[in-house]
Every structure is written in structure tokens, then in C-alpha cells.
T-cell receptor, first 114, second 108 residues
Framework: NAGVTQTPKFRVLKTGQSMTLLCAQDMNHEYMYWYRQDPGMGLRLIHYSVGEGTTAKGEVPDGYNVSRLKKQNFLLGLESAAPSQTSVYFCASSLRLAGLYEQFFGPGTRLTVL | KQEVTQIPAALSVPEGENLVLNCSFT??????LQWFRQDPGKGLTSLLL?????REQTSGRLNASLDKSSGRSTLYIAASQPGDSATYLC???????FGQGTELSVKP
């Protein structure tokens, strides 16, 4: 049981490049989330999904897109990376809404945009 | 909008001390509250989940309390150890918003 895994662990992009971050969970959780963590700003929710085929915007969704084609996977895409997107990205999952159920986190992806 | 404040922002104590970390939130309409630990360069690890119907939850040397009416939660760490050094974050449930954390350093 691997829990929540994220790929890649590190990435360096140039401004304007695109990339996709992959999150996978093997706990059969319905809900999945993408956060970014920045010094002085804490964790902020980017997008989340309440089930396969559904996505919703969080607090800071601009510049990101997501897809949940399979229940176990949640993808975060950057279409045209900007230096302001330099951050550590965390994926999380929970059985149902995190307000009711425990939330589990992945190890993070450290992204640098030059 | 839910606002979460954690006090203190940083704390340094000698090994063996008992300590209290505080979390306050503005919207008391929460289902539960979760405490996490984050080691440098790592993800978040769940420590305790307190349901809104509970007032306390214990796990080993950790004890968390929740007072919804006053918008407060505390995390009590007994007999602190150097291995407890990490950042501790709270997350009032339902709003997907986190506090900025308390950075704890326990000196041998």
C-alpha cells in the first residue's frame, strides 16, 4: 500500500514550457486535491476533485488545469509556466470530503520555473 | 472566509519539556480538525483527527483538544524529544484551509 505518490519529485522548467504533474493513490479515495506551498503563504488549494471525471477550483486555480480520468489518478497541468509558479506542489486524497475524513498527503514535487 | 492562525510561529525548547501549540480559526462551522506534522523537504503526515463531537484525541505523547465555540484547538506534546522537531500544521475541516504552522525545534 503506497498511499499517495507523486511524479516527478523535482523539475526545472523554462518560462513558457508546459508540464504535467501526476498524483496517484491506492486507497480507493473519492476526493483528491492539489495544493501549493510557498514560504510565508502556507498551503493553498489549487484544484480538487470529488470523484472520477469531476474537478473544481480552489483558492488559486489560475494558470493550472486538472483532470481526473481515473479514480486513482489526479493530474495537474501547467500550460505555460511562469516564475510565479515556482513552488512545492502537494497532492492529497481523502475517502470523502476532508472536513469529515482524514486527508493523506504525497511527498511533494519541487518545481522551479526559470 | 475561514482564517487560521497558529501561535507561536516558531518554538525552541530543551528536550523533555511539555509544550502546547495553538491553532485558532474564525469559522466555527467545521466538521473536525486535523493536525499534521511536516518534516523539512517532506510531505504532511497526519497526527490526529478530532471530530466535532469530540473534545480531545490522544495518540501516544500527543493530545489534541478542540473547542469549536471559541474557535480553538491545542496540540499538547508531552516529554518532547529531538525527533519531534518539525513544523506542525492544523487544518479545520471542511474548508480545506491550513494554518501556516508552528516550527518546533527540540534541543538535546
Amino acid at each position: 500500500n503506497a498511499g499517495v505518490t507523486q511524479t516527478p519529485k523535482f523539475r526545472v522548467l523554462k518560462t513558457g514550457q508546459s508540464m504535467t504533474l501526476l498524483c496517484a493513490q491506492d486507497m480507493n479515495h473519492e476526493y483528491m486535491y492539489w495544493y501549493r506551498q510557498d514560504p510565508g503563504m502556507g498551503l493553498r488549494l489549487i484544484h480538487y476533485s470529488v470523484g472520477e471525471g469531476t474537478t473544481a477550483k480552489g483558492e488559486v486555480p489560475d494558470g493550472y488545469n486538472v483532470s481526473r480520468l481515473k479514480k486513482q489518478n489526479f493530474l495537474l497541468g501547467l500550460e505555460s509556466a511562469a516564475p510565479s509558479q515556482t513552488s512545492v506542489y502537494f497532492c492529497a486524497s481523502s475517502l470523502r470530503l476532508a472536513g469529515l475524513y482524514e486527508q493523506f498527503f504525497g511527498p511533494g514535487t519541487r518545481l522551479t520555473v526559470l | 472566509k475561514q482564517e487560521v492562525t497558529q501561535i507561536p510561529a516558531a518554538l525552541s525548547v530543551p528536550e523533555g519539556e511539555n509544550l502546547v501549540l495553538n491553532c485558532s480559526f474564525t469559522d466555527s462551522a467545521i466538521y473536525n480538525l486535523q493536525w499534521f506534522r511536516q518534516d523539512p523537504g517532506k510531505g504532511l503526515t497526519s497526527l490526529l483527527l478530532i471530530q466535532s463531537s469530540q473534545r480531545e484525541q490522544t495518540s501516544g505523547r500527543l493530545n489534541a483538544s478542540l473547542d469549536k465555540s471559541s474557535g480553538r484547538s491545542t496540540l499538547y506534546i508531552a516529554a518532547s524529544q529531538p525527533g519531534d522537531s518539525a513544523t506542525y500544521l492544523c487544518a479545520p475541516g471542511g474548508k480545506l484551509i491550513f494554518g501556516q504552522g508552528t516550527e518546533l525545534s527540540v534541543k538535546p
